[in-house]
């Protein structure tokens, strides 16, 4: 058995001190800088806690949530609850109308082609069609796939009348004026209310006649004229006057311009005291305007 107290050499080896043990110790004997920081984290989860107590209610306060790094970075990236849901795809609509001339508009923005489709969002949408004669037309349609939409539109109720005038002889009407030809013939698109109708026989002026008609909205009225007197018109050149009869019956003194007769058959008689009289035996037409003119008389021989 070895001596450990001996070298191999058998010289002696010195003892192993122990080493030695140092304690943190503050001066004075006091607490340890340890020892207060555990005491403050201590107080600080006491108030923390008592603090919730007093915000939940005491014992109704809910448990507190385990919150780990994982579960943060999951909320993060999850999407918002209140994020909308994607929109429907569009569907088509496509509209006939008739008359074919209508116009249509969309939600009284968008105007459509007739017979070819147009892409809208699902849902409700306002259709109005309108023409000149038609009562315009106004529908709702709730898309909610392709759909073919046929319009008629009904003709609007007249708002003029018209006026037909006929006549017996060759002339021309004018309404409040206006020429509208030769009879018979018809004065359309007339507002409603009283017209002023006038017929002027051809080479018969002072002939013309003139009727009131009432015109209403939807109705055709009508004017005819009838002319059954003729005109004469007799001058004398020599002497500077002279008066006419027919028969024994005066019609009046010369110059006689365009007065009116019936239209028969006349002896015209021009007369004057002291000059030897004419006549002449005329037939009158309807319409007809006759002129005797540059009649002499020869004085009475003595």
Known sequence: ??????????????????????????????????????????????????????????????????????SVQMEASAPPADTAPPLPPPVRLSVAVEPAAATVTIDDSITAIPDSGLALAAGPHAVHAEAAGYLPLD??????????????????????????????????VLVDGRDRGAPPTTAGRMRPGSHTVRFVPDGAPGLAAEQAVTVRAGQSSSAAFDITDALISVGVRSPRWATIYSGEVKIGDTPLIEHRLPARVYTLRVAREGYVEQERLVQLSPGQSFEWVDVVLEPVSP
């Open 1 to 70: 058995m070895t001596d450990r107290t001996t070298g191999p050499d058998g010289a002696p080896v010195p003892p192993v001190q122990p080493e030695p043990v140092f304690t943190a110790r503050r001066r004075g004997g006091g607490p340890t800088r340890g020892a207060v920081l555990g005491s403050v984290i201590a107080l600080f989860m006491i108030g923390a806690a008592v603090g919730a107590w007093l915000q939940w209610g005491g014992s109704d306060a809910p448990p507190v949530a385990d919150v780990t790094a994982d």
């Open 139 to 172: 529908t709702l349609v709730d898309l909610a796939s392709d759909l073919s939409l046929s319009l008629a539109l009904k003709r609007a109720p007249p708002t003029t009348g018209a006026i037909q005038v006929s006549a017996n002889l060759p002339g021309r």
